[in-house]
């Protein structure tokens, strides 16, 4: 009887010695993976915050964190001083690293007062690359590229269809999953009925992307690009 306590004892000491072996080891592997690593300190959500919150508020909600360099995402930031006087944009999740695109003044409106004379508004969906980085909001103005395959041509082209569009209302999209990632936005322009077409047409078969631009842009020079365009 004594024998059998005996070894059910040590078999629960082995076991923990093991767990703790275990733990040791994984803290290890931790620490092997950064030695070396250039580390940058960024401010993480460390709970959930809702869109509107100050930069002020966000203190209790957030924590200094140090990352491997290239896995900070681009536009975070590093300190809340940098944000001084903004506000979120979009609810902000635990464990995401606060990003300058998700800031804004506070106040500052995410929709125009109303559709331009004589246009009509549209939204397309769009990913933060393909939207200058994630960074259009109401009142910018854009131009809108198409790229698509024509399968009468066989050929893929690329072009500007519209340039001087007004933005009047961005939502914004939070990505699950990934830290620190802007899913994409929700961007509605104002376009008189044949350029809003064309922008609709780009967007159910082929890719649209944004370019921001202001009244000194220069939209001339531009012209249809294919394959051999590119190559030459």
């Given at each position: 009887m004594n024998k059998r306590v005996i070894a059910v004892a040590a078999a629960g000491v082995l076991a923990l010695l093991g767990v703790l072996a275990l733990v040791v080891w994984a803290q290890g592997a931790n620490e092997r993976a950064l030695d070396g690593a250039e580390l940058v300190s960024v401010v993480r959500l460390s709970g959930d915050?809702?869109?509107?919150?100050?930069?002020t508020d966000l203190k209790k909600s957030t924590e200094l964190v140090d990352l491997p360099k290239q896995s900070v995402p681009a536009g975070a930031v590093t300190d809340l001083s940098q944000v001084a006087?903004?506000?979120?944009?979009?609810?902000?999740?635990?464990?995401?690293?606060?990003?300058?695109?998700?800031?804004?003044?506070?106040?500052?409106?995410?929709?125009?007062?109303?559709?331009?004379?004589?246009?009509?508004?549209?939204?397309?969906?769009?990913?933060?690359?393909?939207?200058?980085?994630?960074?259009?909001?109401?009142?910018?103005?854009?131009?809108?590229?198409?790229?698509?395959?024509?399968?009468?041509?066989?050929?893929?082209a690329t072009n500007f269809v519209v340039n001087q569009v007004p933005v009047t209302k961005v939502d914004r999209t939070l990505a699950a999953g990934e830290e620190?990632?802007?899913?994409?936005?929700?961007?509605?322009?104002?376009?008189?009925?044949?350029?809003?077409?064309?922008?609709?047409?780009?967007?159910?078969?082929?890719?649209?992307?944004?370019?921001?631009?202001?009244?000194d842009t220069d939209t001339s020079g531009g012209k249809l690009i294919n394959g051999s365009d590119v190559l030459r």
């Open positions: 915050v809702s869109a509107g919150t100050s930069a006087g903004l506000s979120t944009n979009a609810s902000v999740q635990k464990g995401e690293v606060l990003l300058k695109s998700r800031m804004e003044t506070a106040g500052e409106k995410t929709q125009s007062d109303g559709v331009p004379n004589g246009s009509q508004e549209v939204t397309i969906a769009l990913d933060a690359e393909r939207s200058v980085g994630g960074v259009v909001k109401a009142g910018d103005t854009v131009g809108v590229i198409v790229t698509a395959e024509f399968k009468d041509v066989d050929a893929q620190g990632n802007l899913a994409g936005l929700l961007v509605t322009l104002a376009l008189p009925a044949l350029d809003a077409e064309r922008v609709v047409h780009g967007q159910k078969w082929g890719t649209v992307w944004l370019t921001m631009q202001n009244p």
